[in-house]
């Protein structure tokens, strides 16, 4: 067991999973605090921090080396992350915005 792609591809499962919790943290704070999201990215970029330095220190007892395990995380980290972040502008975006009436819709007959 010590194909390569095997360890990217569990490394980038491990960084998906990472991405999904700090896609749970901005879509909670985002409903209870809008206003601690600043902060809240201190702890976001400790989590991805954490995990690609677990993904190192786990590259010296796992069987597959460094560079794939780097990679899947990053990968693991960043394609999810981008992904999440357009859900929850698109949550956000429908949460902002007013319910349009029937004139605003252009149903106005008048003009």
Known sequence: MD???I???LAFLFGAAVSAVNYALNRHALKTRPSSLASLS???QLL???ALAAAFFLSRILPW???PLLVGTALGLTVPSVLFSLRL???ND???QPPQSS???GDDHHG
């Open 3 to 5: 194909a390569p792609w």
């Open 7 to 9: 360890g990217g591809v």
């Open 42 to 44: 201190v702890v976001r």
């Open 48 to 50: 991805n921090v954490g």
């Open 65 to 67: 080396g460094s560079t």
């Open 89 to 91: 502008a698109k949550e």
């Open 94 to 96: 429908a949460l902002s």
């Open 103 to 105: 004139s605003e819709k």
